[in-house]
């Protein structure tokens, strides 16, 4: 793998192209793009990583309540370009994406061919929240998560996390560190460990 840099951290390269081969093969070497409208595909490789090992999701009590009396229901890939959108369209709200329309036609090939899932959240018919990612192996490279009620993408990760074992996910890639995700049990390891994990995880 190409030196990652300290600053900014685990920036590879840039440049190249989104097609499904060259994403599978940089998910598989822990690489994944992420970068601004109007710059070059930038590549990156953190160090530290962090990661959710299913079982240590933090499935308090609070949110197995919040589930229940906002009636969610969580199902797998029934609108995963329209979750992916939607994840783009909340994120320009607040002042930004990556997932622009270069973006969303990768990871929208990528669906098609069997490699990037999404996990949806319904109130009712009405998508309210969500995550989706790319899937190797054994692994979830999860690329972002949103919520239009409260708890609602908390709710998709909360069912991915315990049918782990159905959805065949032993690892939960999640990137850089956020405080959120930390809450709800995701820690950090380093680089070398993490490479070490999907080389016998993301088969």
């Not at 969303?104 to 018919?125: D, K, M």
């Amino acid at each position: 793998m190409t030196e990652a840099l300290d600053d900014p951290n685990g920036l590879l390269c840039a440049g190249g192209n989104l097609s499904p081969e060259r994403l599978r093969l940089a998910y598989s070497r822990g690489i994944f793009p992420w970068f601004s409208e109007g710059e070059p595909i930038l590549w990156w490789s953190p160090d530290p990583r962090l990661v959710l090992e299913p079982r240590a999701f933090k499935f308090r009590r609070s949110l197995r309540q919040s589930i229940k009396r906002q009636g969610f229901e969580v199902r797998i890939n029934a609108q995963f370009e329209k979750l992916i959108r939607l994840c783009a369209s909340t994120r320009q709200d607040r002042g930004g994406t990556w997932i622009n329309e270069d973006m969303i036609e990768a990871y929208v090939e990528l669906h098609r061919q069997g490699y990037a899932i999404s996990f949806e959240t319904y109130r009712g018919t009405e998508l309210v929240g969500g995550l989706y990612g790319v899937r190797l192996g054994r692994v979830l490279f999860g690329e972002s998560m949103v919520s239009l009620v409260p708890d609602a993408s908390k709710a998709a990760l909360s069912s991915l996390c315990q049918e782990s074992e159905l959805h065949q996910v032993d690892l939960i890639d999640c990137q850089v560190p956020t405080s959120h995700l930390k809450s709800l049990g995701a820690s950090l390891i380093a680089r070398a460990d993490f490479i070490e994990r999907i080389n016998e995880l993301a088969l």
